[in-house]
């Protein structure tokens, strides 16, 4: 028997991994040849990206080793491929996943490799692990690239095939080894389920749209039994990794199916969907049916920008903002959570255009969850290829990636690398840098909550627009402030270096422990440390705002108590008028101001002890459902 390894390494986040679903499908379609499964010996899936000699240590002659790629495991998978290859240079390596560009590159720069395979994998593999039986030539092989005797022959390129015959891994129990095995019982295992593949969009910045690839459905039977199964395992977190959940009219069925499962057996207890864009009728079914089963993890309203010629050059269209704020107000009102995901370095996106975008989300009613992306350019997208990054003038830096809420890593040589853009020709590369500072403040001062009630105020009392409100702070953070400024400063601190090429992009603190985190994140823990400090500060700017300073003094005591701390005692305040009830009604256009009347809240007792626990639990954890912010009731 010939053993073959699948590798598909990732890291470990809060003891947390998932189990290898891509490698996973591949063995599934592989061993369900009769041939393959009479010659080849499915050995261990390398799914942990442990040290390489304790892999190579563990590894048995491998015939075939096949590595599925993907941004944060390439840089890994090539050291590890190049040492099973030194070790064993019979075994025939092959490198696939979303990361390897559709050509000869991989062939050319990395000798140790033999074989890659484009796009989708069960197909291919199987019919090399069959050639390779047969000691036949790859050349009738469609969606390869090979090593023939005068150099690489990459094959012809054909269309994805039906998903009808795909057997699935968990029902093949290709992961119970895993998850019996006694060195990883210390893990939980969150679990990957897809219920189709394709995409009818088509973004340039996206792998979805490569090649307007064919929208196919895996069979029903198929996708209840995986789900099931992850109910049965008691997986906590499941991910569908479809690009559109909802776009079908079985996607409802689906929901309701793992609403049963959960019933059943109490897993999965989170399932994690992308909604389609468009069908916001039947999201909004799914996403409620799901969040009053507890398993919604909030609901994805993403715009990317509001600039229509930045939409038009990445090819999107959104709804309207009219729509957009309709759907949020619609989520709101059920208690669903929604998030609203942003990018910045888009093509044709200014400075002006990015802030106009970010403030305009929040005008729209988003003031709770803002995740801003940037912008990057991967391998097989429309984006990657020389005419559109000519076109738009695309400056990227291909840096090392220190992927939020991972372990920091003093050795960086097995890091992924990722090509963020940080320049187009209608933002430089220092524009760039000020919109990633500008969407921070953003993010921990509205979303997070740092700021919010004083904007919040603001826009309803003196109709100082969001947009006008945050340029302007963030003008005077630039020009006048001190601590502010410094706290930006501090977590911005590795943005020029990274953009002239000469560090990576992270920011961590042990004061908050051994993670990287957001940027975000940052500013709002580096806040919260130095709490009285900052108001001390910002007050300097806000106070240009108000000509009551009684008004003032009591709606800054207010701010100021809900922004929670470690070791929170349970404690009451006192405020000369009702901010509680007026920030409830946030979105009622007729409560301009709020009512003088003298209110007693109880704060609640925090629920860390100490700065690690609350960046994890606070900043990490508690961002989607409100934690950066003290909950609080009426004292009679």
């Not at 790629?69 to 099973?84: F, H, P, Q, R, S």
Request: proline share 4%.
């Amino acid at each position: 028997m010939k053993n073959l390894y699948l590798i598909q390494p990732s890291g470990i986040l809060s003891n947390s991994v998932f189990l290898p679903y891509s490698a996973g499908t591949l063995a599934a379609y592989a061993l369900s040849c009769e041939k393959i499964s009479a010659n080849f010996c499915l050995k261990d899936f390398i799914f942990v990206k442990e040290p390489i000699d304790d892999v190579l240590a563990k590894t048995e002659n491998p015939f075939v080793a096949g590595f599925s790629c993907y941004m944060w495991n390439i840089e890994y998978n090539l050291v590890l491929a190049g040492k099973i290859k030194e070790r064993y240079p019979e075994c025939t390596i092959i490198f696939g996943g979303p990361q390897i560009p559709e050509s000869t590159e991989y062939l050319d720069k990395y000798s140790f490799i033999d074989v890659l395979i484009f796009g989708e994998g069960e197909l291919p593999l199987r019919l090399i692990l069959e050639h390779l039986i047969d000691n036949k030539s790859f050349e009738s092989i469609d969606n390869i690239a090979f090593r023939g005797e005068a150099g690489p022959i990459k094959t012809a390129k054909s269309a994805p095939c039906a998903l009808d015959d795909f057997p699935s891994p968990y029902d093949m129990g290709l992961f119970d080894g895993i998850m019996n095995a006694p060195e990883y019982r210390h893990l939980d295992f969150s679990a990957i389920v897809e219920t189709n593949r394709g995409c009818p969009y088509g973004c340039i910045y996206c792998y979805w749209a490569r090649s307007g690839s064919a929208f196919r459905a895996f069979p029903m039977q198929r996708v209840k039994k995986d789900i099931e199964w992850l109910g049965k395992h008691n997986i906590e977190y499941c991910v569908c990794a479809d690009g559109n959940f909802g776009i079908l009219d079985r996607d409802e069925e689906i929901a309701d199916y793992a609403i049963e499962v959960k019933q059943k057996y109490g897993f999965p207890i989170r399932f994690e969907t992308a909604a389609d864009k468009n069908k916001k009728d039947s999201n909004f079914r799914i996403n409620r049916k799901l969040e009053r089963a507890g398993l919604n993890v909030g609901v994805s309203l993403a715009v990317q920008t509001l600039s229509p010629k930045a939409l038009e050059a990445i090819g999107r269209k959104n709804l309207s903002v009219e729509r957009f704020s309709h759907e949020l107000n619609n989520y709101r009102k059920h208690n669903i959570n929604t998030y609203t995901d942003l990018m910045v370095g888009l093509p044709e996106e200014t400075l002006e255009s990015f802030c106009k975008s970010l403030f305009g989300v929040i005008e729209a009613g988003q003031h709770y969850s803002l995740t801003i992306h940037r912008c990057e350019v991967f391998p097989n997208t429309p984006i990657y290829s020389d005419e559109i990054r000519e076109k738009y003038q695309i400056k990227t830096v291909n840096s090392q990636l220190c992927q939020k809420h991972s372990i920091v890593d003093k050795d960086l040589d097995f890091s992924s690398r990722s090509q963020v853009i940080v320049g187009t020709r209608t933002m430089t590369p220092m524009e760039w840098y000020t919109a990633e500072r500008i969407s921070f403040c953003a993010q921990s001062f509205h979303s997070m909550g740092l700021l919010r009630f004083f904007a919040v105020y603001l826009r309803k009392a003196r109709n100082v627009s969001y947009y006008d409100f945050y340029m302007k702070l963030y003008d005077w953070i630039e020009n006048k402030s001190a601590v502010v400024k410094r706290l930006l400063d501090h977590t911005c601190e590795t943005f020029i270096p990274f953009i002239e090429g000469k560090s990576n992009l992270y920011f961590a603190d042990e004061r908050f422990g051994n993670l990287y985190w957001g940027f975000e994140e940052a500013l709002y823990l580096c806040a919260a440390v130095e709490i009285d400090a900052f108001y001390d500060d910002v007050k300097d700017y806000l106070l240009q705002y108000f000509d009551d300073t009684a008004l003032f003094d009591d709606l800054m005591q207010y701010q100021k108590e809900m922004i929670p701390q470690p070791s929170q005692a349970e404690k009451t305040i006192e405020t000369l008028y009702d901010w509680h009830e007026y920030f409830r009604l946030i979105f009622d256009p007729e409560a301009t101001q709020p009512e003088f009347r003298k209110t007693k809240l109880k704060i609640a007792k925090g629920e860390t002890d100490n700065w690690p626990d609350y960046a994890k639990y606070v900043a990490w954890y508690g961002r989607r459902n409100g934690k950066s912010i003290n909950s609080a009731e009426y004292v009679n």
